[in-house]
């Protein structure tokens, strides 16, 4: 059984990777990453400057399986991940550097810094929905434009998007054209679906504090979502584009559920913040046993095979 795979002809080991967001902030963390089955190091979404972040509390448990959260970019500012990725290539996986510019400079500014640095995949997070005053990018799509034209200047390493879910195909028709058009490696989709709110009835009020208590969802409720978006961009980028799927991976079956849609490789978040390194092992456990039921023998072999009613 091969469940080795590659995101924009970088191996991976496996299919299963963390996303950026939780617990990948701090050099300890991320070393925790490094030894444990992930089988990449994905570190969190870095800005030019270190930022505490949004007031507390700022994330909160939704049912069983999901989550809400306004971190607002705590990270230790770029500088930090660079020396990171150098450090962490130690551990023998790929290293994915994320960036967030709040202007499309500083977007520029950060792709090249960390063209000169230990990691092997850049993705930019064109999707934070987080920062008071400040667009999703991904929303915009003239504002993408400039930006794609600006971060993919300067070639050597592989350049990704993290993109926010798209609900109407005339949006997932714009964004692979321009996909395609820049010449983008990879995408990751999806991220946090933002601006949701939850209530709690009983203390009348919201569950987190910044901004009037809207936040990010993620977890299993978003799960149908990032299908959809990685089934669409899947039949969109004819397999010219690696594809990480994002949002609601709780398990094996679920991994395989974003193979069959078209994903190269998974990210996981919400079950990563909530369970732990242990995630990595019994999600690739589990994957390996639908592809045994299956009949598959690799996850080329399964990738994009959904059936059609
Ligand atoms: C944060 C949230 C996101 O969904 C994201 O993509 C980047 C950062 C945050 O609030 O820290």
């Not at 208590?213 to 980028?237: C, D, H, M, W």
Request: charged content about 20%.
């Amino acid at each position: 059984m091969i469940t080795s795979t590659e995101i924009a002809g970088i191996p991976l080991s496996s299919y299963i990777c963390n996303a950026s967001g939780p617990k990948c902030t701090t050099y300890e963390e991320l070393a925790e990453l490094g030894r444990s089955k992930s089988s990449a190091i994905v570190m969190k979404t870095c800005t030019i400057l270190p930022r505490e972040g949004n007031p507390e509390p700022r994330l909160a448990r939704v049912g069983k399986n999901s989550l809400i959260q306004s971190m607002g970019l705590p990270n230790l500012g770029y500088e930090k991940y660079i020396e990171f990725s150098k450090k962490l290539k130690k551990y023998g996986k790929p290293v994915v550097a994320s960036v967030a510019g709040f202007t499309l400079d500083e977007y520029a500014t950060l792709a090249h810094a960390f063209q000169k640095s230990g990691a092997d995949l850049i993705e930019i997070n064109a999707s934070c929905p987080n920062i008071k005053g400040k667009p999703q990018i991904g929303y915009d799509f003239g504002q993408m434009r400039n930006l794609l034209s600006l971060v993919c200047e300067h070639g050597g390493k592989p350049i990704g998007l993290k993109l926010p879910p798209y609900f109407d195909p005339v949006h997932w028709d714009i964004m692979s054209e321009l996909i395609l058009e820049y010449n983008i490696s990879f995408i990751s989709c999806i991220n946090s679906i933002g601006n949701t709110l939850v209530i709690d009835p009983w203390k009348r009020s919201t569950v987190i504090k910044p901004k009037k208590g809207l936040g990010g969802l993620s977890g299993t409720t978003i799960k149908p979502i990032a299908l959809a978006n990685v089934q669409a961009f899947y039949e969109r980028l004819i397999g010219s584009v690696s594809i990480f799927g994002v949002g609601g991976i709780m398990n094996g079956i679920d991994a395989f559920e974003f193979l069959l849609a078209g994903a190269d490789a998974v990210q996981i978040g919400t079950a990563f913040e909530i369970e732990g390194t242990s995630c990595f092992g019994y999600m690739e456990a589990g994957l390996r046993t639908m592809l045994e039921y299956h009949d598959f023998s690799s996850i080329k072999e399964a990738k994009g095979k959904l059936n059609y009613l």
